[in-house]
């Protein structure tokens, strides 16, 4: 096996990571919520509903940065060429814009805004 086989695999592995990380991460978000949903004690729908939309989001975060790094892995180890490098760019372009949205979605600030004083109330 020569080097860009190696690298190939290894992007790709990478990237059947990120898909695992969601489809994984997503499966226990939903039945979390459905088990502390049905239990027994009562607990408000909104804060269980809320709690869910987090953890779905945190998965599909961690998924996309293993997805974006499979990518880049890929495209400047084995072929550097400036359309590969161009599409690369287009892809991890939006894969972060995704991912800021998601975080603003999870923590409703954006990455870079301090935190809130009423979420340091709630931690």
């Known amino acids: 096996m020569d080097f860009e086989e190696t690298v ?13 990380v969601m489809v994984i991460g997503l499966t226990v978000a939903l039945l979390l919520y459905l088990f502390r949903l049905a239990g027994r004690r009562r607990q408000d729908p909104q804060v269980l509903y809320r709690q869910a939309r987090v953890s779905a989001g945190r998965s599909i975060l961690l998924g996309l940065e293993l997805l974006v790094a499979g990518d880049i892995i890929r495209t400047v180890a084995i072929s550097p060429s400036f359309r590969s490098v161009g599409v690369l760019a287009a892809i991890v372009a939006i894969r972060t814009f995704l991912s800021f949205t998601l975080e603003m979605e999870i923590s409703g600030r954006w990455p870079w805004q301090t935190e ?7 931690g």
Not at 9 to 16: E, K, N, T, Y
Not at 116 to 122: F, I, V
């Open 116 to 122: 809130r004083k009423s979420a340091q109330a709630e």
């Open 8 to 20: 190939g695999s290894v992007g790709l592995a990478i990237d059947g990571l990120g898909v695992a």
